[in-house]
Structure formats: structure tokens, C-alpha cells
């Protein structure tokens, strides 16, 4: 987890809050991810991304954005955030000519909207 | 409609047992699959990947198969330990090489192993 880290790592707001949160990662790695995490729905794409003049909507990327400011960077925004926003949310990176598509997570952030 | 479904129930199993967990997809053609590990509170940790022309691949006390005719991959923890105890991901690659590339996940099977 340390080569991928996410800050912060548990956030409570308010609805109509704009909300961001950040990953960063020392891998290497050009192609980041977002993903949120509801029980029993398993873990949803919100956005991708594979080099940073290149983004992608995933799944689920209503009522969220996204910026990738460098290749180690890639930010993940609630403009203005609802209750049925309230999950987990994992950044994740993967390199693309390692063949394998593994994808190497963050710690996760739990977020609240209240 | 494309579904990955895996076992809904959380799945007990004796310490030493052999645990097997499933995958099942629908309406996809993958070119990979891989099984991941999560514990409370934390991200998910790859442990296998097994490609579309390979049958079976082996890991220390774990096993991958994968029919593409019957759309299912089996996972299997030889030997458990209380230690396996975690949610099992599988995921679907739909390409392994090109831009379009990404991974669908599954929701999970949790899995308890009792000493």
C-alpha cells in the first residue's frame, strides 16, 4: 500500500459539499484508476486513466471528476456531494507493458455525506 | 445484460480443508482473469492472473482454473489457515495489450477459515 497512498483517509461531509480527494503513487505507473466500493455491489470504475493528457469515464462517473495533474497524480472530485455518495473509494495504478494488468491499490477513503 | 457473479454467501471452512470459491461471468469474452485478496479496511492485493488459453495456473497453496466454454473460474486455498480468512475478487481483463484495457471486478466472496 505504500507505493500507492490516498489522502484523506476518512472524510464526513455535508450534502452539497464539493470534495476532493488525492492519490499519489511512486510506482511508475501511467495508468491510474478510481474506483468506490458499496457492499455487495463489489468495486465500480468512476474514472481512468492511461497517461495524463488521457481521460476516461469508467461506469459510475456521474456527480464525479476527475484531474491527473502529473503521472503520479490523479485526483478524484465530488462537485457537490449526496448521501448515496457515502462508500469507499480506492485509487489504483497499473503498468501497461508489464503484460499483467495487475493493479496495485491505495489504503482506500472512506467518505460520509451527511 | 454482462454480469460476474460470485458465491453471495460467506463461505466457513475447516482449518486444512481445501476452500473453493467461484466466478461466473455472463455476455463477456476475457482475455484474462485475476483473483485478488481483501481484508477489512484495505485495498485489494493481486495474487493470480490466468490468461484465456491456460486451463489451470498454481501459486504455493493456491490454485486458478478457467473455462471459458463454461464461463467459470475456480479459485482454490489448499491446506487453509485462519490467516486465509478475506474477501475473494475476481476480475475479468477484457484486453490484456490494448488502450481499452480495464478491469471488471466482481463483488466478492468472504471467506472464513475456523481453527
Known amino acids: 500500500d505504500a507505493d500507492v497512498t490516498q489522502t484523506p483517509r476518512n472524510r464526513i461531509t455535508k450534502t452539497g459539499k464539493r470534495i476532493m480527494l488525492e492519490c499519489s503513487q511512486t510506482?511508475?505507473?501511467?495508468?491510474m484508476y478510481w474506483y468506490r466500493q458499496d457492499p455487495g455491489l463489489g468495486l465500480r470504475l468512476i474514472y481512468y486513466?492511461?497517461?495524463?493528457?488521457?481521460?476516461n469515464k469508467g461506469e459510475i462517473s456521474d456527480g464525479y471528476s476527475v484531474s491527473r495533474q502529473a503521472q503520479a497524480k490523479f485526483s478524484l472530485s465530488l462537485e457537490s456531494a449526496i448521501p448515496n455518495q457515502t462508500a469507499l473509494y480506492f485509487c489504483a495504478t497499473s503498468d501497461f507493458y508489464g503484460g499483467r494488468g495487475e493493479q496495485f491499490f491505495g489504503p482506500g477513503t472512506r467518505l460520509t455525506v451527511l | 445484460s454482462q454480469k460476474i457473479e460470485q458465491n453471495s454467501e460467506a463461505l466457513n471452512i475447516q482449518e486444512g480443508k481445501t476452500a473453493t470459491l467461484t466466478c461466473n461471468y455472463t455476455?463477456?469474452?476475457?482475455?484474462?482473469l485475476q483473483w485478488y485478496r481483501q481484508d477489512p479496511g484495505r485495498g485489494p492485493v493481486f495474487l493470480l492472473l490466468?490468461?484465456?488459453?491456460?486451463k489451470e495456473k498454481r501459486k504455493e497453496r493456491l490454485k486458478v482454473t478457467f473455462d471459458t466454454t463454461l464461463k467459470q473460474s475456480l479459485f482454490h486455498i489448499t491446506a487453509s489457515q485462519p490467516a486465509d480468512s478475506a474477501t475473494y475478487l475476481c476480475?475479468?481483463?477484457?484486453?490484456?495489450?490494448?488502450?481499452?484495457?480495464?478491469?471488471?471486478f466482481g463483488s466478492g466472496t468472504r471467506l472464513s477459515i475456523r481453527p
Open positions: 486513466s492511461f497517461d495524463v493528457k488521457d481521460i
Open positions: 490466468i490468461r484465456e488459453n491456460e
Open positions: 510506482k511508475g505507473h501511467d495508468r
Open positions: 476480475a475479468l481483463g477484457l484486453s490484456l495489450y490494448s488502450s481499452a484495457s480495464k478491469i471488471i
Open positions: 455476455n463477456y469474452s476475457p482475455a484474462y
